[in-house]
């Protein structure tokens, strides 16, 4: 038992409840500040969240196991399939380090609302996805392309911040990958609006375009995109 | 005094845990191979858990259905360096079986109606599949459970009407008649001996 207060005894507590589940509001806060205050990199902090969770899953694992139902895991499988995955940091190895967008490396956060999400998901053939609440909504969506190709942009006129939906689209040759554009006005020139590689056809990725613009276009640019269009453009709408 | 510490013990529980994460990496890559393996790894202990909380195997498993889906959707929302995948699996099941009954008991308070019976649609559910479980885990019960017994009864009490009973600190300090810290305290000292035994392999 220690007998001398430490930096880490009363985060200590507050984390070691956490773990069950057990703060009652204003603690939880206390235990965010806290956390907060010593930062994402104070190692004696991430030790404690990581043997108090385990210990709590401890509890868990003490449980006698109970049966799922028959098929669950066929279920389970085939719900999976029909979503849009979400992996952080896609496709962000064909950006510039450092890249010039803002945006990169962060998905941004959207609702999309029931039109718009009805569009992308008929339109991509799958089935759902759910992205986190917190930003406005896509009111607006680009098709690009027709048939069994989908390429969509997906954005609110004014936000900078803009999705492109994809699905069925070919691999990009070695060494390529797609680059979106997107003209102001209709004597400006294309700017970048940020690359994009399909995994397995589909894509979804965030991009970063003007507060409004007349036209955008796709290219296949080499890996780590272009400040300029370099190819004839393979996909080209006006908005 | 040197304390004899379990390596061998401590050396399967890495391994295991190394095992997950190769797993979820996989999984990042959508290796639906590697998700069904986990799925079948886990689902019967998270089951588990949910059930004893929820009190209704329909629910409990939707909730358990939630917990993986969120891992394929969000690979990344699972982290190594933060703990290992069954402390993550637990820790998500755990949170949204509280967070239903919490719900409930707020409406149940403010005189809404409650949740239609749901143990007849139970009872006919389709007949469950064997218990079939692999021997890391069979091992790890057996350990936690002879832990779970060195602690003080008065402490285990409080940790177990937290973990499954989802009460918080101040509504277990009601329903037990005793003083916050009281709570608190034992809280803190029965998580440290249950961290300590299971950080040591001890035995």
Request: charged share 25%.
């Amino acid at each position: 038992m220690r007998s001398s207060a430490g930096p880490h005894d009363r985060i200590e507590e507050l984390i070691a409840t956490q773990a069950l589940n057990g703060l009652d509001e204003p603690d939880r806060r206390e235990l965010e500040r806290g956390l907060a205050g010593h930062g994402a990199g104070c190692e004696e902090c991430r030790r404690l969240l990581a043997e108090y969770s385990a210990a709590a899953a401890a509890l868990a694992l003490a449980l006698d196991p109970v049966p799922l139902s028959a098929g669950a895991e066929d279920r389970l499988v085939a719900a999976a399939r029909g979503e849009i995955r979400v992996v952080p940091g896609a496709p962000s190895k064909d950006s510039a380090p450092g890249g010039p967008f803002p945006g990169r490396g962060r998905f941004p956060r959207w609702v999309a609302s029931a039109a718009v999400a009805a569009a992308m998901l008929v339109a991509a053939g799958v089935v759902g996805y759910s992205l986190a609440p917190g930003r406005t909504v896509p009111t607006r969506v680009v098709n690009m392309a027709a048939g069994e190709r989908v390429l969509q942009v997906a954005f609110n006129p004014g936000d900078q911040e803009a999705l492109v939906v994809g699905a069925n689209l070919p691999d990009p040759p070695a060494g390529k990958v797609y680059q979106l554009w997107y003209q102001r006005t209709e004597d400006s020139a294309m700017e970048s609006a940020g690359t994009f590689v399909p995994r397995g056809g589909t894509v979804l990725a965030p991009v970063v375009v003007g507060p409004s613009f007349v036209a955008v276009a796709v290219s296949l640019e080499p890996a780590g995109g272009s400040e300029h269009p370099t190819a004839e453009p393979l996909y080209l709408t006006k908005v | 005094m040197v304390q004899a510490v379990d390596v061998r013990v401590v050396a399967v529980r890495n391994l295991e845990d190394a095992r997950d994460s190769d797993l979820v990496r996989r999984v990042a890559g959508g290796d639906e191979a590697a998700f069904r393996l986990l799925f079948q790894r886990y689902a019967q202990a998270a089951k588990a858990l949910a059930v004893r909380i929820v009190r209704q195997a329909f629910l409990a498993e939707e909730i358990v259905q939630e917990a993986f889906l969120a891992l394929w959707r969000h690979p990344g929302a699972y982290r190594e360096d933060r703990g290992s995948f069954r402390a993550w699996l637990m820790s998500t099941v755990h949170h949204r079986a509280v967070d239903l009954i919490r719900r409930e008991e707020a409406q149940r308070r403010r005189g809404e109606e409650a949740r239609p019976d749901a143990s007849a649609a139970d009872r006919a559910a389709d007949p469950a599949e064997e218990v079939v479980e692999q021997a890391a885990l069979a091992d790890a019960r057996q350990r936690v459970r002879v832990a779970l017994a060195d602690i003080p009864p008065e402490q285990r009490d409080v940790l177990e009407l937290m973990y499954y009973g989802g009460k918080t600190q101040s509504a277990i300090a009601r329903e037990l008649d005793l003083p916050l810290g009281t709570v608190k305290s034992r809280t803190l000292l029965g998580m440290r001996r249950l961290r300590a035994d299971l950080a040591g392999g001890m035995r």
